[in-house]
């Protein structure tokens, strides 16, 4: 399998394992038709054109009772002295966005965009937008197909609130702090506490954390398949979107940036440790569906030649955007990849770490360390 690339002056990488794959430094064609995705490794950080200010304020909402549990948290998350929203999309980016839409007979207006999907959320599901780019996020990912990026978020906006998101965000606060235990109800807390002791089992192993951050200032997420523990599907998602707010929280606090790199190791990786097609499924729905935009690239290390068979199942169901973003990376050259975008002395050994580093202690990473920290961070 290849991913087909924009042709110009370039920095090959190839993985000597499974995929052959390029990654641009430079490029001088600007578009291309949609079936030929290819990613720009040039990064600007810029601000976002678009303003969402006072998307809350609703002049016809409806009085709001007491605010939720989840509300509250929302409220301090967005009052919390961060760093300005620094936008990882490159001019590149934009104009391959321009050019689909334009294929497909949509314009492309980002800021006409986010007020029409703004204008179509109910004062109820503003409440459960993660932040205020996230129409944004939406509106990118779908090239500029309004009806889609609406239908899409506020499936998105429903599923943050069934499945409790802000919660599992949340679920070990209470545990550290006396101030916040004493405001929640005797039954919020009895369920906050068990949520904790899920997520708290399903990290036991190490199969999933965050740890330091791209030469970006992205949060690093490593997940080791080999070290699962689990067969609960449902507590395996709760875990899995746990770390994933985790890291976003990170990169935002450390940069200001908006995505994450996800590292996936397979060391101690074999065939009877391959979830379930559901889980796999339900992963891939929760990455793609639910988390636009939010991954900045996806590597993954010395994947063991057992991995091709599971590959071969799994690819068909990860759509052309993910699937421009995962490297494969292996021996020489996986390692040139790696040292381009991390600085490697402090990275895991699994993506080409050359530092000693402290071993990964759960306890500490989920009852100690602020959720906006990844592990070890000074």
Same mark, same amino acid.
């Given at each position: 399998?290849?991913?087909?690339?924009?042709?110009?002056?370039?920095?090959?990488?190839?993985?000597?394992?499974?995929?052959?794959?390029?990654?641009?430094?430079?490029?001088?064609?600007?578009?291309?038709?949609?079936?030929?995705?290819?990613?720009?490794?040039?990064? %600007?950080?810029?601000?976002? =054109?678009?303003?969402?200010?006072?998307?809350?304020?609703?002049?016809?909402?409806?009085?709001?009772?007491?605010?939720?549990? &989840? !509300?509250?948290? *929302?409220?301090?998350?967005?009052?919390?002295?961060?760093?300005?929203?620094?936008?990882?999309?490159?001019?590149?980016?934009?104009?391959?966005? #321009?050019?689909?839409?334009?294929?497909?007979?949509?314009?492309?207006?980002?800021?006409?965009?986010?007020?029409?999907?703004?204008?179509?959320? %109910?004062?109820?599901?503003?409440?459960?937008?993660?932040?205020?780019?996230?129409? *944004?996020?939406?509106?990118?990912?779908?090239?500029?197909?309004?009806?889609?990026?609406?239908?899409? /978020?506020?499936?998105?906006?429903?599923?943050?609130?069934?499945?409790?998101?802000?919660?599992?965000?949340?679920?070990?606060?209470?545990?550290?702090?006396?101030?916040?235990?004493?405001?929640?109800?005797?039954?919020?807390?009895?369920?906050?506490?068990?949520?904790?002791?899920?997520?708290?089992?399903?990290?036991?192993?190490?199969?999933?954390? =965050?740890?330091?951050?791209?030469?970006?200032? &992205?949060?690093?997420?490593?997940?080791?398949?080999?070290? !699962?523990?689990?067969?609960?599907? /449902?507590?395996?998602?709760?875990?899995?979107?746990?770390?994933?707010?985790?890291?976003?929280?990170?990169?935002?606090?450390?940069?200001?940036?908006?995505? #994450?790199?996800?590292?996936?190791?397979?060391?101690?990786?074999?065939?009877?440790?391959?979830?379930?097609?559901?889980? #796999?499924?339900?992963?891939?729905?929760?990455?793609?569906?639910?988390?636009?935009?939010?991954?900045?690239?996806?590597?993954?290390?010395?994947?063991?030649?057992?991995?091709?068979?599971?590959?071969? /199942?799994?690819?068909?169901?990860?759509?052309?955007?993910?699937?421009?973003? /995962?490297?494969?990376?292996?021996?020489?050259?996986?390692?040139?990849?790696?040292?381009?975008?991390?600085?490697?002395?402090?990275?895991?050994?699994?993506?080409?770490?050359?530092?000693?580093?402290?071993?990964?202690?759960?306890?500490?990473?989920?009852?100690?360390?602020?959720?906006?920290?990844?592990?070890?961070?000074?």
């Amino acid at each position: 399998m290849t991913i087909p690339m924009a042709t110009s002056a370039r920095t090959l990488l190839r993985s000597r394992s499974l995929l052959r794959g390029s990654f641009d430094h430079e490029q001088t064609n600007a578009t291309r038709h949609k079936s030929e995705h290819f990613r720009s490794c040039v990064i %600007t950080h810029s601000q976002s =054109s678009v303003s969402l200010e006072s998307w809350g304020d609703e002049k016809d909402a409806p009085q709001q009772s007491k605010p939720s549990f &989840r !509300e509250e948290n *929302l409220a301090k998350q967005f009052s919390k002295e961060l760093p300005p929203i620094a936008d990882d999309f490159t001019k590149l980016d934009h104009e391959r966005r #321009v050019a689909i839409a334009t294929s497909n007979g949509f314009s492309y207006d980002e800021a006409s965009g986010v007020t029409s999907i703004l204008n179509a959320l %109910t004062p109820r599901e503003k409440i459960f937008l993660a932040d205020k780019n996230m129409p *944004l996020r939406h509106y990118r990912a779908e090239k500029g197909n309004l009806d889609e990026a609406i239908r899409k /978020i506020k499936s998105t906006l429903k599923w943050r609130e069934e499945f409790g998101v802000e919660d599992i965000k949340r679920c070990f606060d209470h545990l550290n702090n006396s101030q916040q235990k004493s405001d929640l109800s005797p039954e919020k807390e009895k369920e906050l506490t068990q949520l904790a002791n899920i997520i708290a089992h399903e990290n036991e192993t190490g199969k999933i954390y =965050s740890r330091g951050y791209d030469k970006d200032g &992205r949060c690093i997420l490593y997940l080791t398949p080999g070290r !699962e523990n689990s067969v609960d599907e /449902i507590n395996n998602m709760r875990h899995l979107v746990y770390h994933l707010e985790r890291a976003i929280a990170c990169t935002r606090r450390k940069s200001g940036l908006q995505k #994450v790199c996800i590292v996936i190791g397979y060391q101690g990786f074999k065939l009877t440790n391959a979830p379930p097609m559901s889980t #796999v499924k339900h992963t891939l729905t929760i990455l793609q569906g639910h988390y636009p935009e939010r991954m900045h690239r996806a590597y993954i290390c010395d994947p063991p030649l057992v991995f091709r068979t599971f590959w071969n /199942i799994i690819k068909h169901f990860i759509d052309s955007a993910t699937l421009e973003k /995962i490297a494969f990376c292996a021996g020489k050259e996986g390692k040139l990849l790696l040292d381009r975008d991390f600085d490697t002395s402090n990275t895991e050994k699994c993506a080409g770490g050359t530092g000693k580093l402290r071993e990964f202690d759960s306890r500490e990473y989920l009852f100690k360390t602020p959720f906006d920290h990844t592990f070890d961070e000074s």
